[in-house]
């Protein structure tokens, strides 16, 4: 007698399905993980860039504009998922995505803090000096 029977066949699927099963959500949540660590240090990146541009640059409404030259073409393109806005003592940068939250990027930078709807953010406190 050569060959399998089909009892053997589905129990090798069973088996195969079961370790797909159980490694596609390890999967996901590694990306997951990852994407949020890319948004983490691109809101670290655009925080030095804004204190760069405020401070060095003497800019006290910094834009999402202002921050382009801090970055190559390659980088630029990742400026269209954040916005900031200013207030008198404070520029806050935020993540406008929907797929990241607070909570997440905050295990990478710790400065991150949440919006009012669980987005990413920085909230940099400047002083006008001159």
Same mark, same amino acid.
């Given at each position: 007698?050569?060959?399998?029977?089909?009892?053997?066949?589905?129990?090798? /699927?069973?088996?195969?399905?079961? /370790?797909?099963?159980? &490694?596609?959500?390890?999967?996901?949540?590694?990306?997951?993980?990852?994407?949020?660590?890319?948004?983490? /240090?691109?809101?670290?990146?655009?925080?030095?860039?804004? &204190?760069?541009?405020?401070?060095?640059?003497?800019?006290?409404?910094?834009?999402?504009?202002?921050?382009?030259?801090?970055?190559?073409?390659?980088?630029?393109?990742?400026?269209?998922?954040?916005?900031?806005?200013?207030?008198?003592? +404070?520029?806050?940068?935020?993540?406008?995505?929907?797929?990241?939250?607070?909570? &997440?990027?905050?295990?990478?930078?710790?400065?991150?803090?949440?919006?009012?709807?669980?987005?990413?953010?920085? +909230?940099?406190?400047?002083?006008?000096?001159?």
């Amino acid at each position: 007698m050569k060959g399998f029977t089909i009892i053997e066949l589905l129990i090798v /699927l069973a088996v195969i399905a079961a /370790l797909i099963s159980t &490694m596609v959500p390890i999967g996901i949540s590694t990306i997951k993980q990852a994407h949020s660590t890319t948004v983490a /240090l691109n809101l670290s990146k655009l925080s030095i860039a804004a &204190m760069e541009e405020f401070y060095l640059d003497h800019n006290a409404s910094v834009t999402i504009e202002d921050l382009k030259p801090y970055f190559n073409a390659n980088q630029r393109k990742i400026l269209k998922n954040y916005e900031v806005k200013n207030a008198s003592d +404070c520029i806050y940068i935020w993540y406008k995505g929907e797929d990241v939250n607070a909570s &997440m990027a905050n295990r990478v930078f710790s400065a991150v803090v949440a919006t009012d709807d669980g987005k990413p953010m920085v +909230c940099l406190t400047v002083k006008k000096y001159w």
